[in-house]
């Protein structure tokens, strides 16, 4: 939609819902746009549970979390459950790499770095609309 907020910022955690309007009957009432709120429980932007998550995740390997810039957040608009972000060692120890999360269902709901590299990340994993959507380059291979 065009003047909407991008995928993840401050506006992206109040979406409206418009519904399609028409002749009112008589006995029914005017419809609204209803407004859909996402829930936080622990307060902190959708940039930094995915943050946290990559900081915290076993496949950053040798790389201190304190060296680690989690930058280009971006949650899928075809799958909010999936989002990638850019991480980039500080420290010089490995080239910036591309991260892909996942968000699992309550209870725990929290964001979980599910792949991290260079090249071909998502690419088995994820629906080619959702690749698209996230702008996550797939070579595709003749049949052989």
Known sequence: MAGSPTAVGPGATEQTATEAT??????G???????ITAVQRDGSSVDEQIAQAVRSSPLLGEVPPGNVEVTDVHVST?????????????GGETDPATALLRHS??????????ELGTAGVGCDALAPAVRDDLNLPCETLPPG
């Not at 028409?22 to 006995?27: E, I």
């Not at 075809?78 to 500080?90: C, G, K, L, N, Q």
């Open 105 to 114: 269902a309550p209870p725990g709901s929290r964001w979980a770095l599910t």
């Open 29 to 35: 009432p005017a419809r609204q746009p209803a407004v």
């Open 22 to 27: 028409g002749p009112v009957a008589a006995a």
């Open 78 to 90: 075809v799958d909010p459950a999936v989002a990638t972000a850019r991480v980039i060692p500080t």
